[in-house]
């Protein structure tokens, strides 16, 4: 998953996730003037999965969720979702 900033002349590079599993949900938290992001952590030994919230740092989101950088979330926390399992499509109001 990439995530790109919308400029007035384009756009601008703000992350790459190599491992994403829907569904991709925006938190009211926010780091660094950014909204957090979650996304599910699971499968490849990863028992039980979980959320992770993904931070800005001031330049990008983290590239992977699993790593120490992707932080759960606690039981029962969710964000508004932007692209779910039964229409993977953006959602953007």
């Not at 952590?41 to 992770?52: E, N």
């Not at 989101?61 to 759960?72: A, D, E, F, H, L």
């Amino acid at each position: 998953m990439e995530i790109l900033e919308r400029t007035s002349t384009g756009f601008r590079f703000r992350g790459a996730m190599t491992i994403t599993q829907l569904p991709v949900e925006v938190l009211s938290s926010r780091t660094r003037g950014w909204r957090d992001i979650s996304v599910l952590v699971a499968g490849g030994g990863i028992l039980p999965g979980y959320r992770a919230r993904l931070d800005f740092d001031g330049r990008r989101y983290p590239s992977n969720p699993s790593v120490p950088s992707g932080r759960r979330l606690p039981a029962g926390a969710h964000g508004k979702i932007l692209i779910d399992e039964a229409t993977p499509e953006l959602k953007i109001d």
